[in-house]
């Protein structure tokens, strides 16, 4: 609790000196979202962030790129030689909605956008793209990033994945695209560039105090536009998608509490292992994990490793640390992955009701990895446990029992067990888990 309270701290702290920023140079002011832990899960998060804001002179922090624009740029640019091609690269966003407002969808447009199933959780039709920049002037001067992101897009529209049984939904075939480049202001990169203007500037401060929210929120789709086997990874043109400092934190900031689940697309998807391949959800990093992390990792402005870092601390704090519900279900999870995570995040989620590992093989040495880090005050609310198809066998369900009939009693508020699924159970091991959860009025389902 110590060292969430900390944390919590350092990232007011950090962030701070960017809000004050902001607010300082309106005249109206600016005031962000509150965070809390509905925000990364409410789409109105999303939408505030599309909205003209009179704090920032009227101006939208964000704006999204309409998909089939995306797809159509990538296909003139396909077409020209590649001597020509640098003229249809992405512009930046001031000269884009001069350019070409048409690009861009408008707050209302993108609240218009249907939305994914109920069993799905409702996903927005908002995709935001993590990638590499290739150079301090241009993240694609050459394109390359624009074809990668355009195929995805059309692939993920046309084609369905499939895993076992599961079978996922197709992307959309209209989505709105957060491209940092497009979707941001964008500050002079040269020295005979000339300043963006009051508003602008206050709208792209506005922005980067809340970065992680495109990444982070439950209802939006990522896609990673990483190296995988381009011809980018090793031309030496520029620095590869996991060895930079943004990159490296979009794609652990999404993967903190999004749903994986066929009932809808996937969420998560990297673009250079294919559009095909299921991603792979490791456990969230702890801020300090994700601090050592970042030291090796490239940032074009060294001040924006405390920037990301903050943000961070801020994500997690309001989606595990401050969460009722935690669903880490079909995460191809073992036991190392639940030990790792129990370890890791348990002892600071007071406020936690509701725990799923469904569908995830973690077997019996799953099921004691996540006992063993259960102490006396440990998950203290906790009212729910899914361990649906689990695989946790007869020596699971005795491990849970065991748990039970310690003294003080572990898990105190505990008041339903869900063993339903392949769990390769016998009823022996049943009577043993009934006897405990009776003793103690809790609930088993299966």
């Known amino acids: 609790r110590v060292e969430a309270a900390t944390a919590a701290a350092a990232a007011a702290e950090a962030v701070e000196a960017i809000l004050s920023g902001v607010s300082e140079a309106c005249c109206v002011k600016w005031e962000p979202l509150p965070d809390t832990p509905t925000m990364y899960a409410d789409p109105d998060t999303i939408y505030g962030e599309l909205e003209p804001q009179p704090g920032l002179r009227l101006v939208p922090p964000v704006r999204l790129l309409r998909s089939e ?10 077409a020209v030689p590649a001597d020509r091609r640098r003229a249809l690269t992405l512009p930046r966003r001031q000269e884009l909605e001069v350019l070409e407002p048409s690009a861009y969808y408008s707050a209302e447009e993108v609240k218009a956008l249907p939305r994914g199933p109920r069993n799905a959780g409702f996903p927005m039709a908002v995709l935001a793209v993590s990638h590499s920049w290739e150079s301090e002037e241009h993240p694609d001067p050459h394109g390359r990033t624009l074809l990668m992101l355009a195929d995805a897009i059309t692939t993920a529209q046309a084609i369905q994945v499939s895993k076992g049984p599961y079978t996922w939904q197709t992307l959309p075939s209209r989505v709105a695209v957060f491209f940092d480049f497009c979707s941001l202001f964008q500050p002079p990169r040269a020295k ?38 381009t011809e980018t990874a090793n031309d030496g043109s520029h620095t590869p998608y996991h060895e930079r400092g943004w990159p490296t934190f979009e794609y652990h900031v999404s993967a903190i509490g999004k749903a994986i689940t066929s009932s809808g697309w996937p969420q998560l998807v990297d673009v250079g292992l294919g559009v095909d391949t299921l991603f792979e959800r490791g456990v969230p990093l702890t801020p300090a994990a994700l601090e050592h992390l970042l030291e090796s990792k490239r940032f074009t402005d060294g001040t924006d490793h405390g920037l ?48 799923s590992l469904a569908t995830n093989p973690i077997g019996p040495s799953g099921v004691a990895a996540f006992c063993e880090n259960i102490g006396p005050g440990t998950l203290p609310r906790l009212k729910f446990l899914n361990f649906f198809n689990n695989q946790v066998g007869d020596d699971g369900l005795r491990c849970i029992a065991e748990l039970l009939r310690r003294t003080p009693p572990h898990l105190p508020m505990l008041k339903t067990i869900r063993i339903t699924g392949k769990n390769d159970t016998t009823p022996d091991g049943k009577h043993a888990l009934e006897e405990a959860c009776r003793s103690r009025g809790i609930k088993i389902e299966g």
């Not at 624009?69 to 396909?78: E, G, H, P, S």
């Not at 000339?194 to 506005?206: D, F, H, K, N, Y």
């Not at 669903?327 to 002892?347: K, L, M, N, Q, T």
Request: glycine share 6%; hydrophobic share 45%.
């Open 192 to 229: 005979e560039e000339p300043p963006i203007g009051e508003g602008p500037t206050m709208a792209l401060r506005a922005a980067l105090t809340r970065m992680q929210v495109w990444y982070a929120h439950q209802l939006t789709t990522c896609f990673f536009v990483t190296d995988g086997n």
């Open 69 to 78: 624009w995306v797809v159509a740029r990538a296909a003139q640019l396909r």
């Open 308 to 355: 990301v870092l903050s943000l961070y601390k801020k994500t997690v704090q309001c989606m595990i640390i401050g969460a009722s519900r935690l669903i880490y279900s079909s995460c191809e999870w073992g036991p190392d992955e639940v030990r790792a995570f129990a370890a890791a995040w348990f002892s600071l989620c007071d406020r936690l009701e509701h725990f």
